[in-house]
């Protein structure tokens, strides 16, 4: 008769209660949102990070993918040191695979009900999103993680694929407002790669070689250097077994350091003024530097925005829009590149210069006195409204993780400034922009219609 070594019955009912997936993950922290929610954080031990904020609402979900790279890192890289990598790369994730050849990540997903399926490209980072119905997660995995593995990189596709960034880049070139950005970013920034364009150059994009490419997909779309977002119908233990399946196997890689110099104090006002044949009337930008979002002033900051152009009651829009001046007047806050932005789009035959005097005008009285009590009442429940509201759309809240994870490696940073907006008061919104809109702290474009074929 065989000998059989009996388990205590306590020990195989701890077993049992042991979740499947446990010993491939480190659950890391689970974060409360103001409505009660909670966002959990996991980790595969190849360094790739999950996001999961169940809700079951509806049987829906967004699904997102998010990779610390963008135009900053291959402007940084030593093997790359020029842009537009980063956005042909996006274009490429659509061409498929030996399982799923070019056109079949389209097909299906369209066959599944996606919604909102995109990608984005910006300096600090590149996103893959679809929203679809809760059933086809395994599915949309599925394909998530096979172009983030076995994506095909051969010449003829890379130079197709070339061909199509290049007519964007034409595009946004056709673009006065465009134009303007650019210029903005190459007056603010000396140092800093932020003035160099997302797209990069067409000499650039066409210069990309295949091995170039393999070795940018190789290092920065490895695990360790992406999180996986989800937010909607879907259970952690429905969730962590397939995140195991489709991504446990993958290899993390040694991420190039992102490091590129700091750009100094500015101590001046500066100034371009430049014609495009696209423009039918002036564009007037204004930039201030500002800190990072990890500053606790960013709160005080994004409110005075909201404060100058939100709303039928907007400073800029009652100032300018409503008397003609401009079609379009709107403040924000931008994070990496940390600007505070002025943006105008004059009506014709109003010249840019009579706006900039209206926003100096406006910047005095900020300077002079607090904001009225019932102003500032207005801009804190409007960017509250706007906040709260967000946060119910799956697709809108998985953004806000991601963008502020990415930005300040802090996924409840959005929240926290939510949060932060009820501790203000009209005299925090009155030092900031003492402290920050200044002259020598501004920069200042100005694009003009010009003939056709001629800009400067």
């Known amino acids: 008769m065989k000998s059989v070594m009996r388990r205590p019955f306590g020990l195989f009912i ?60 291959e402007k940084t890289d030593q093997k790359l040191k020029k842009t537009g990598l980063a956005h042909l790369f996006e274009h490429m994730m659509f061409r498929g695979t030996k399982k799923y050849p070019d056109g079949k990540f389209d097909e299906l997903t369209s066959r599944m009900g996606s919604d909102k399926q995109n990608a984005t490209t910006y300096y600090y980072r590149t996103n893959y999103f679809e929203s679809v119905p809760s059933y086809q997660l395994e599915k949309i995995m599925e394909l998530e993680s ?39 970013m190459q007056l603010v920034f000396n140092e800093a790669p932020y003035r160099y364009t997302v797209l990069g150059t067409e000499e650039e994009i066409k210069g990309f070689t295949l091995e170039e490419a393999q070795y940018f997909y190789k290092t920065f779309y490895a695990p360790n250097n992406a999180t996986i977002i989800v937010v909607g119908d879907v259970k952690e233990e429905t969730l962590l077994p397939l995140v195991d399946k489709f991504y446990g196997s993958m290899k993390s890689q040694e991420i190039p350091k992102l490091n590129f110099k700091e750009e100094p104090p500015q101590k001046k006002e500066r100034k371009w003024d430049g014609k495009h044949p696209q423009a039918t009337s002036e564009i007037l930008l204004l930039g201030y530097r500002i800190p990072s979002v990890n500053d606790a002033e960013i709160t005080a900051l994004s409110l005075l925005a909201s404060h100058l152009s939100n709303g039928m009651e907007g400073r800029l829009r009652k100032a300018l829009v409503d008397k003609g ?56 429940n409007q960017e509250l409204l706007s906040a709260y509201g967000s946060v119910d759309n799956n697709n809108s809240l998985a953004n806000m993780l991601g963008e502020y994870l990415m930005i300040s490696g802090n996924y409840m940073r959005g929240i926290e400034i939510l949060e932060g907006y009820k501790k203000l008061s009209e005299s925090d919104l009155q030092k900031a922009a003492k402290k920050y809109f200044t002259k020598e702290n501004r920069s200042v474009v100005i694009v003009r219609p010009a003939k056709k074929g001629k800009t400067s």
């Open 146 to 184: 096979d172009r983030m593995a076995n994506l095909i990189l051969d010449g003829a596709l890379l130079e197709k694929e070339k061909g199509a960034v290049v007519g964007e880049l034409r595009r946004a070139l056709d673009n006065p407002s465009r134009l303007a950005w650019d210029e903005l």
């Open 325 to 380: 001046i401009a079609v379009s007047a709107s403040a924000g806050v931008s994070h990496r590149p940390d600007l505070f932005e002025f943006s105008v789009a004059l009506s014709e035959k109003h010249p840019a210069e009579e706006a900039l005097k209206i926003i100096d005008r406006e910047i005095a009285l900020l300077h002079q006195s607090k904001i009225g009590k019932a102003a500032f009442e207005r801009a804190l």
């Open 14 to 73: 701890a077993l049992l209660a042991l979740p499947i997936w446990g010993a491939s993950y480190e659950k890391v922290a689970e974060k409360k949102l103001f409505n009660g929610e909670v966002v959990k954080e996991y980790k595969l031990p190849n360094g790739l990070k999950v996001l999961l904020l169940s809700r079951s609402q509806a049987p829906v979900l967004t699904y997102q993918v998010w990779f610390d790279v963008g135009s900053l890192n």
